[in-house]
């Protein structure tokens, strides 16, 4: 990955209001070294992320990204980040951002240990070439997340629903994929149910029907899915959350992966069982995805 452009950013508390936050981003070398060796986003994944797409330098869906950023830091008892000032980061970066596809990701770190202040900064990249799998799809298989469906709300402390830095469980899952022969993975839960791929969302489809897990089986909401859920109503498609048993994967006539940077990714096998790709719908939802989306 190309990295462009970094800020660091001085937190704000969330309750101050502020017209320029300019003298709280310091622009930082890219490909330098910018944490102190205590940073606890290093020692232990203590932390929370997003990761937007830009096209053209438009940032794609800021305020949901944003509302998903507070809700994770809410779940990991971090302080409550400034969205005014996150906003005027992310505004600064796009100003960077080359023609075509990139990558904005907004990083937030418990801090230093013991530190009084948590650790913030944003980057600037440019996003890998999806053409393949926005065309031929990818090919995935199903793994067990190793945990029942009821364990989201039993055991809170897991946080499920946040997007914290502690991703070597999902980087694990797509090496796992790709020795069995596959692109990428979807988790199921121990008793059978779809919950999510490492980095993305899952969407199937029954003729004029799109579905996906409910979000309050210990994933992530998905901004793209639910992005994409409100174009398709707005063509008439019927949308729902459901509880989504796993055997529904190979019977839905199409089926997707959906992330902010990627896009549409159709699944075009199951566990080694080829799936039909819809070419025609999936070009339509990647050309919705691309256009400029606030
Ligand atoms: N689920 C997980 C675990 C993810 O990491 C991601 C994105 O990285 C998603 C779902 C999709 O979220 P979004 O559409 O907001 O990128």
């Known amino acids: 990955m190309a990295w462009r452009f970094a800020l660091m950013i001085d937190p704000v508390a ?13 622009v930082i070398d890219p490909g330098g070294a910018a944490l102190r060796v205590g940073d606890l986003s290093a020692q232990r994944g203590d932390g929370i992320f997003e990761s937007l797409g830009a096209i053209d330098g438009h940032v794609q869906e800021v305020e949901p990204h944003l509302a998903r950023l507070a809700h994770s830091a809410d779940l990991c008892e971090l302080p409550t980040p400034n969205l005014d000032q996150w906003r005027a980061a ?7 951002a080359p023609a075509g596809e990139s990558v904005v990701k907004l990083i937030l770190s418990r801090g230093v240990e013991h530190g009084p202040t948590p650790t913030a900064w944003i980057t600037l990249a440019d996003a890998p070439d999806s053409a393949r799998a926005r065309t031929e799809g990818v090919r995935v298989t199903t793994l067990d997340r190793g945990y029942a469906s009821d364990v989201p709300a039993r055991a809170p402390w897991l946080l499920l629903g946040a997007k914290t830095l502690s991703y070597a469980v999902n980087m694990a899952a797509i090496r796992e994929a790709k020795r069995r022969g596959a692109d990428d993975a979807v988790f199921v839960t121990s008793d059978g149910f779809v919950l999510e791929a490492p980095t993305a969302s899952v969407v199937l489809r029954f003729g004029d029907r799109f579905v996906t897990p409910t979000p309050n089986a210990g994933i992530l909401h998905g901004t793209t899915q639910r992005s994409l859920f409100a174009h398709l109503e707005q063509r008439g498609f019927e949308t729902a959350y459901e509880t989504v048993p796993a055997s529904d994967l190979s019977r839905a006539d199409a089926a997707w992966l959906l992330s902010s940077v990627r896009l549409a990714a159709p699944i075009a096998a199951v566990d080694g069982e080829a799936k039909t790709v819809d070419r025609a719908l999936t070009d339509e ?7 400029p989306r606030d």
């Open 285 to 291: 939802l990647n050309a919705y995805l691309l256009s």
């Open 90 to 96: 992310i505004a600064r970066v796009a100003a960077e």
């Open 14 to 26: 969330s309750d101050i209001r502020r017209n320029d936050f300019s003298d709280t981003f310091t």
